[in-house]
């Protein structure tokens, strides 16, 4: 995909002008320019599409050097269907103005491989955060207008930058400095101040004392610090649960795809964060374990996970390890045969999710990426606060939908999983 572009610099290389698909910017390094429409051939000449982007300037003197986000899909003309009417993206941009499309705005891993720098990064998510208190703005005046309905909003910034910015908090993580801390060491905080301002617009626009006005504030869970990342497959292939088609000293060097197992005498494997299967003979493609002899290694796993220890701290790593009961799996198909759950501090490492190993089956988390919630859920709580008296012993996610068609009078299917929060109905 080629997006062509024109720069034009001052003579003391202190700003530039960037033309792009014929939009001028006048920037400074470490500026950002507003969404910038583009077009460009998805299949060269059979099929065009548009799309929205912004444009960081990084330098101008000695070499040049930019930024170009990933290319949004233009709420104004979508070229996938991602809104719930063909109208309702050009209503938001009409009074919003464009606004980030990808799911998980925040460029983590821009960050994560120092393409952005930290004042760089923040930038950006500032201006991500001002776009949701936009839209959150908009649509509490809209919904002020209308005599009952729903509205659900998600704030993602807290979720995102609570992963890359824990380590500015946290002098134990391997990514924390003194240096680090004094200059991001706020950052988390700042975004809950922010947080609370965009539940102040709410309390000052609706009365939360009437009893037909329901407000819910939820996080789907909490946050613990990913310290030590752990390659399970390393770990299954030391204790003789899996095998390689080949030895040598790189065969604990690969990034995915289980390149080099020797399926015929595997008989367990981690994929994905906290997943683990069993390579059962007649469901899985090269199935090596008999159906009989699940129950017994699945029985052997579970309690050598448990005693499983970091290497060097001779800390236990792992302090759940759930059996997937057989009714699960036959509702979902793919579902894993049990479940790990990690210690607060711990986490699987990167190259594992996909199948890769590495020679060390637990070390340090180098990335950025430094604060998580992948792990023993009874480590990262939700939060859940509300105007209603919750009457539900221990409510969980499970409910919320449920409390939800509660509210409106809906019949709850026999089948739904949760109940409601505010009525033992």
Known sequence: MEIPFKIYRDRDNSVAML????????????????????????????????GICRVLLKKVHNEFAMYVSPINIDPGDPVLPIFSSDSYGKELVENVGLFYTQGLPDDTKALSYGVLDENEYLTLADHILGEQKKMLAYELESFGRKSSGLLFFYVSSIDQNTHMYWRATDPSHPMYSEELHKACGDTLKKLYV?????????????????????????????????????????????????????????????????????????????????????????REEYGALDQNRTLGLLAVLKNRLLNFKDPDTGEKLITDVRIVPEAEKKAHPYAPDCLIGWKTGYRCSWERILGGFRPASVRDNDDKWSGDHCIDPKWVPAILFTNRKVVKDNPTLYDITATILAEFGVPIPAQMTGAPLFSQG
């Open 194 to 282: 922010e947080a609370d301002q965009m539940l102040g617009s709410i309390f000052s626009q609706f009365d939360l004392s009437d009893p037909a006005n329901t407000l819910i504030v939820m996080s789907d869970h909490g946050f613990a610090p990913f310290r030590r990342q752990v390659n399970l497959n390393t770990w299954l292939y030391e204790n003789d649960f899996l095998s390689f088609r080949r030895s040598g000293a790189d065969v604990l060097e690969s990034d995915g795809f289980f390149e080099n197992v020797d399926w015929s005498s595997t008989v367990a494997y981690n994929l994905g964060i906290n997943a683990l299967y069993l390579n059962v003979r007649g």
């Open 19 to 50: 033309v792009i698909q014929d939009k001028e910017f006048v920037l400074k390094p470490g500026e950002w320019t507003d969404w910038i429409r583009v077009s460009y051939e998805a299949i060269p000449h059979l099929y065009g599409m548009t």
